[in-house]
């Protein structure tokens, strides 16, 4: 069982910047990755990385914006969010999974943290 606490998340101006932690109780040790679902949309796979930190994986949207990372010593993940748009105003969600995956079948979900990046 794991349990997962989102924070970081707030309004900021387009082209600024935040970064969101998830912090993981439990136990600890699975892939991590971060979701997104903005009001009348599905959620989205924004980011993952692997137990060892060593391989992340980023959508399209994304890539070259925010970045995935983990600290296993404090059982923490961040997604630091630079050069953010409006269209990436949503509820982000940080999963845990035994299988490295870009879809939105984790087994162990946080509460969601907003997101709201204004033009």
């Known amino acids: 069982q794991v349990q997962l606490v989102e924070s970081g998340g707030g309004l900021v101006q387009a082209g600024g910047s935040l970064r969101l932690s998830c912090a993981a109780s439990?136990?600890?040790?699975?892939?991590m990755g971060w979701f997104r679902q903005a009001p009348g949309k599905e959620r989205e796979f924004v980011a993952a990385?692997?137990?060892?930190?060593?391989?992340?994986y980023y959508a399209d949207s994304v890539k070259g914006r925010f970045t995935i990372s983990r600290d296993n010593a404090v059982n923490t993940v961040y997604l630091q969010m630079n050069s953010l748009k409006p269209e990436d105003t949503a509820v982000y969600y940080c999963?845990?999974?035994?299988?490295?995956?870009?879809?939105?079948?984790?087994?162990?979900w946080g509460q969601g943290t907003q997101v709201t990046v204004s033009s």
């Open positions: 999963a845990a999974d035994s299988i490295a995956t870009m879809t939105p079948t984790y087994d162990y």
């Open positions: 990385i692997s137990r060892s930190g060593i391989n992340t």
């Open positions: 439990g136990r600890t040790l699975y892939h």
